[in-house]
């Protein structure tokens, strides 16, 4: 039977199911509960004065603000020194790794403008921010540096006193003999690309509201946070508070996008500051906070060469990387992290034996940089995509076949390449092949050959993307980075007859908590609809690692089958005990327990029942429970790459130099599908991401001053409903072969390839007009007309 | 509790059927009054100068930014929040928004149904690209909007038909 939602087969299980997410009939009744939407009686409303300069030394006089009506208290960093200590990013990683003591108000030199120096806790927020006005500060300005190239200029003014460089890391790699491979090729394309910074503007912006528990010192912290008990440590450990006396809820999260997975200075300032007064505090960011400091991410100049021999063969490539880190590499994870990233993913999908790689961190007087949705991936896949095709175009050969060749085959993978990328079940030919037939090639490309003749600035562009999703223990875990990158779930049997979980993945719009009830469902043998999975607060949920690097399929769906299978083994041998039968002639179907002729000889209502109530009566020495837990930890491939084909066509304006998206087609293997609705969500909501990243988001800074010049929404340009297409989508669906489920990644996918695709497609349509490239994301109307020659 | 000198006005209105009244601060929003002090939390500040559409609710009929409008503004006036937003149009939207995925967060999704119904309201046959110019000025971080045109279409399809789609 199709499915109406989707027109694909409906299976049989729950799991592959085009299921509506229960949660959103709440949403769209208007019954979410983010963080803003909770109160607590006796709260103080808390605001930041931030730096409003890049570098500054300053001395504070609070007198007049804290004598205002309504202002409970001005904190500085003094006042907050006994309440939490400061942190810094250390990674075995990134050894040498150059990043000072942050705390979590600036004390006495702010290093990026932005950067909180006091807060005011007041009646209101309003009153909050009039106290903030009333500070009465010096501010002793210092040099600044915000570009990268100033950055790292010899005699720059250094970021902090005392840095002989403001180079805070960076490493080379070298695999194979790349010199001789560069010297034998037949054909060597290079180019600079250089990548504005983003942010990823979560809808919600961040926020905190603490409340600290006088007597036994406890603390709970609401925060709007990818992962819960990832910040219940941090707290516990920067507050030095037993852990077990710190509480993190995060409920209805707006959106994440690797935006609220750090340790944020405000953050932990809303937690010290309620201790020290002993009343709860609240604070939410407003956006022109948010858009100044939440992490930024995607800061690089990046030169590249390829060699390719005479047959068309890609040999290898030559690689540098200037990475923007801001003042500090973001804790816990470190900044650099992006870097790699990008660098895992050059000519990542492609068979080649040479490559190294030059990579160069620089500390700089803006906000942290952190990771964000599919984190340097988007850069090293445009990179790489955009010399793809100047090489196909330099051997006069149609670039579909000159990937063709290149790419990896299934059957020479496993393998690592020069770059340490691992490669696994990676389908290339198939997705290729299936976005040819998606986007009926031969009649798109008459349809462009006669748009062009009608004089239309028509570009098609092409990317292949592979993603590393769902990082295993080893890669913190040797950094001695504490992050989990293990799961667990915890399911129970109700009275009742349904199953009820706790997950520490963590639900942040994703919708992964109903893909995990689906497995669930399966896993225990009741219907979906039974089934309802929590997460997020760190008094229910087991230990985990929560909503990162599109995990929450692959493990978390491995933990909650695992826990699921546990307790179906409970329920079965319990049941027997009752029935006298072996648990193995028994079976769970649709909530009940049916014997080896399939007759339902009782159903699990009437069994939770008998083991909650009436226990008396159940057989002595059967011991199993109600619940059952399962720690789920990947002991092999250290990541789960997944893959897939982008392609977009545009149009160019010959008069204002805008691009417009007309079409998008996206393919995607992320192995086994829980819920295609759930995955059709992240591809094309991951699209319209990297589209925005082409063509309008920037975080930009003046040039002298280095004052942040995008603090608002209409600065820093989201991509609205009419600059998005409809997105196209194929599906080719390879399990991982290393789990029960099969399932890889899908969240970051479409953010990966977005920007590699339409900075192909415009340079084609620039290449058919005879224009010049433009070489800098998000692409500017002005480069476009610049590269039409319509503008000096 | 708020000091002596902060400047106050008594308002009174009509709230989803209610009447209401009490006193706001003179430089308090509508949406923050319909939040803090009538505990009305569907509506959202996404970005508090009037450019995500996060806030919306309907004022006197007409869907306005609860950001951009002061609670004072309310004060005589007949709102609407969407808690108890009503019109066949809402009930259509909210079942075809759950049924397409039209949302994931959701931050924006009551300001993209009270959108999206009046436009429905005007035009209950809309094409996909009238209901993106519609939809143009709330932002959805999201879904990449594809689905909540497919929810919205879908809405006018089932009301044509008389009928609810996935209802």
Known sequence: MPDTATGRAMPQTAIGRAMPREATRRLVAGGGRYLDDHTERGELHAAFLRSPLPHARFTLDVGAAAALPGVHAVLTAADLAAMCRPWRTVSKAFPGLVSPEQGPLAAGRATWQGEPVAMVLAASRAIAEDGAE??????????????????????????????????????????????????????????????????????????????????????????????????????????????????????????????????????????????????????????????????????????????????????????????????????????TLEAMSMLRAVGTPYRFAHGRARIDC???????????????????????????????????????????????????????????????????????????????????????????????????????????????????????????????????????????????????????????????ADAVGVAAEAVRVEAGDTAAAPHGGGAWASRGAAIGGEAIWGAGRRLRAQLLEAAGALLQAAPETLDIRGGEILDQAGTARM?????????????????????????????????????????????????????????????????????????????????????????????????????????????????????????????????????????????????????????????????????????????????????????????? | MLPPDEPLAEIACTVNGRRVAGRTPLRQTLVEWLRAELGLTGSHVGCAHGVCGACHVRLDGAVVRGCLVLAVQADGGTVETIEAATGPEVAALREAFVAHAALQCGFCTPGMILQAAELLQQNPAPTREEVRDHLSGNYCRCTGYQPIVDAVASAARAMQAGGVEGA
């Open chain 1, 603 to 792: 159903t699990l209502a009437e069994l939770g029942r008998l083991m909650l109530f009436r226990g008396h009566e159940m057989p002595k020495g059967v011991t199993p429970g109600l619940s059952a837990a399962f720690h789920y930890r990947r002991e092999g491939d250290a990541t789960l790459a997944n893959n897939g084909v982008h392609a977009a066509l545009v149009e160019l304006d010959r008069d204002t130099g805008l691009v417009r998206v007309l079409r998008y087609w996206m393919v995607g293997d992320c192995g086994r599908v829980l819920n295609p609705l759930l995955v059709d969500g992240q591809y094309r909501g991951g699209v319209a991401t990297g589209i925005g990243e082409a063509l309008l988001e920037a975080c930009r800074y003046d040039a002298e001053s280095g004052q942040f010049l995008s603090g608002t929404l209409a600065d820093y340009l989201l991509p609205m409903a009419t600059d998005i297409p409809d997105i196209a989508l194929g599906h080719v669906e390879t399990p991982y072969a290393g789990s029960a489920l099969g399932a890889k990644g899908a969240g970051e996918s479409g953010t990966c390839g977005a920007p590699a695709a339409i900075l192909n497609a415009v340079n084609d349509a620039l290449e058919a007009a005879g224009g010049g490239a433009v070489t800098e994301l998000p692409i500017h109307p002005v480069a476009v007309l610049r590269a039409l020659g319509r503008l000096a």
């Open chain 1, 362 to 520: 620089a500390l700089q007087n803006k906000v942290p940089t952190g990771q964000y949705r599919a984190v340097g991936a988007p850069i090293g896949c445009a990179m790489t995509e955009h010399l793809i095709e100047k090489a196909a175009r330099a051997r006069g050969e149609d670039p579909w076949d000159f990937r063709a060749r290149n790419l990896l085959r299934l059957d020479e993978m496993p393998c690592a390449n020069p770059f340490g990328a691992a490669l696994h079940g990676l389908h290339h030919h198939a997705a290729l092949e299936k976005a040819r037939a998606l986007m009926d090639l031969p009649a798109l490309r008459a349809g462009i050959a006669a748009g062009r003749e009608a004089g239309r600035l028509l570009g098609l562009g092409l990317a292949v993307v592979v993603e590393f999703t769902a990082a295993g223990p080893v890669a913190y875990g040797a950094a001695h980075v504490n992050v989990a990158a293990t799961d667990t779930v915890v399911a129970t049997l109700e009275p009742t007859g349904e199953i009820s979980a706790q997950a520490s993945i963590t639900e942040i719009g994703q919708g992964i908590t109903q893909g995990l009830a689906q497995v669930l």
């Open chain 1, 134 to 335: 009333a500070i009465v500060a010096q501010w002793d300005e210092l040099p600044a540096v915000t570009s990268l190239d100033a950055a790292l200029a010899p005699g720059a003014p250094p970021v902090h006193p005392g840095l002989e460089s403001n180079r805070a890391w960076g490493g080379t790699i070298q695999h194979g003999q790349p010199d001789a491979a560069f010297a034998e090729a037949a054909l060597v394309v290079e180019e600079r690309l250089s990548f504005t910074r983003h942010t990823g503007v979560p809808l919600e912006p961040r926020g905190a509201v603490a409340t600290w528990e006088p007597g036994t010192g406890a603390l709970t912290l609401r925060l709007s946070h990818q992962m819960p008990h990832q910040m219940r440590l941090h707290l516990a450990e920067q507050l030095g508070l037993p852990i077990n006396r710190v509480r993190v809820i995060c409920a209805d999260v707006g959106g994440g996008f690797g935006i609220k997975m750090h340790v944020y200075q405000d953050e932990f300032a809303v937690a010290a500051a309620s201790r020290l007064l002993g009343r709860p505090v609240r604070w939410v960011s407003d956006r022109m906070e948010a858009l100044m400091a939440d992490i930024h991410a995607r800061e690089h100049i990046v030169t590249a060469r390829m060699a390719v021999d005479a047959a068309g063969n890609i040999l290898g490539f030559d690689v540098q990387d200037l990475q923007g880190l801001g003042a500090v590499s973001i804790y816990p994870r470190s900044s």
